[in-house]
């Protein structure tokens, strides 16, 4: 069933998803094919098509995933600046960044029982590539896996943009024989029905503080 949202409201809150997807209701098929199908109309880098979608479902694969992204965590939150360790000014802002931290850390420990797990990729490697060539692959798959999203959202599912499970991605190649010589995974998207269906956006910062016009 298709949600009956604006433009507008599908824009605004279409939100990273974890707490709320319900592990526990199928996603169908042909519901994420149909998703796939919408993501493939965004626009491509010189109209090549290169982008792919290794959906997986089985339980036993989702787990290998899982369990890189889990490693994966543990080398991010050894990092510098994690996302748990940044801190602002404003009090209402900590209070954000705490419940994204414990929704993150949810998802870690559930996240092989998700219904659906999505791995876009490029037909291409952008190790060593000049900038206006890494922009075009990514140029080519970003916007269709956005629209893939917005489509989730408005079929009533869930979906958040993972990137943890690449510092393995070798390792996650082999497993779902990806070729990694010639093919890039750039996220894992988990998705599922979600708990409820209202999302509301939510305060981001002043567009005159990002926006610089005729330069910065």
Request: hydrophobic residues 40%.
């Amino acid at each position: 069933m298709q949600l009956s949202l604006s433009a507008r409201e599908l824009l605004t809150t279409t939100r990273a998803v974890r707490k709320r997807l319900d592990i526990t209701r199928p996603v169908e098929r042909e519901v994420i094919e149909e998703c796939v199908a919408i993501a493939q109309q965004a626009p491509t880098s010189s109209n090549t098509e290169n982008q792919h979608f290794v959906i997986v479902t089985d339980p036993i694969k989702k787990s290998a995933p899982a369990e890189l992204f889990r490693r994966g965590w543990e080398t991010y939150v050894n990092l510098p600046k994690p996302a748990s360790k940044i801190k602002f000014e404003d009090p209402e802002r900590n209070g954000t960044q705490s419940r994204v931290a414990s929704s993150a850390e949810y998802l870690r420990d559930h996240l092989q029982e998700v219904p659906v797990h999505v791995i876009p990729c490029i037909a291409a490697r952008t190790e060593g590539m000049p900038t206006v060539m890494q922009s075009e692959a990514w140029g080519s798959i970003a916007p269709a896996v956005w629209s893939f999203m917005l489509a989730d959202r408005s079929f009533g599912l869930g979906t958040s943009w993972t990137i943890l499970h690449l510092f393995y991605e070798q390792e996650a190649a082999s497993i779902l024989n990806i070729p990694f010589k010639e093919v890039m995974q750039v996220a894992l998207i988990p998705v599922g029905y979600t708990k409820g269906i209202h999302f509301k956006s939510v305060p981001r910062e002043p567009v005159s503080k990002i926006v610089h016009w005729n330069g910065w």
